[in-house]
């Protein structure tokens, strides 16, 4: 059975603010390193909302909001108990959470030899 979708996510307020989010984060996922492809792009309540809600909350602000890419967004998607996956940390394969590359041999964390003395 399909899942039903939230009444908030249907309302004129929801398309404005969905809106808004993509258009500042250049419609483009905002975890740093990530090249997923943007076909589908999620604006995503970064402090989750109170469910079955279709009236504004203060979580529903500009501020509260960031663009996620599907395999982002489904990464740290809320369970039936409410709590996000990988406990809400998002990071692309192979990356801290920063974004910076987990591989020693990766330019970005090779260290320079200790200068002579
Ligand atoms: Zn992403």
């Known amino acids: 059975m399909a899942k039903q979708r939230e009444p908030f996510y249907v309302t004129p307020l ?5 809106q808004q989010c993509l258009t500042r984060d250049g419609y483009r996922c905002t975890v740093p390193g ?13 402090q989750r909302r109170p469910r079955d809600i279709s ?4 979580f529903d602000v500009l501020a509260n909001l960031r663009t996620l890419c599907g395999p982002h967004d489904r990464s740290v998607k ?3 108990t ?10 692309v394969a192979g990356c801290d ?10 330019p970005w964390n090779r ?3 200790p200068a002579a003395s």
């Open 82 to 91: 409410g709590r996000r996956r990988n406990d809400g940390r998002l990071a």
């Open 78 to 80: 809320e369970t039936s």
């Open 55 to 58: 009236t504004p909350t203060a």
């Open 34 to 46: 990530c090249r997923t492809p943007t076909q589908e792009l999620t604006a995503d309540h970064i």
């Open 14 to 18: 929801w398309r404005t603010l969905r």
């Open 97 to 106: 959470a920063s974004g910076r590359p987990l591989d020693p041999n990766h």
């Open 111 to 113: 260290r320079r030899a």
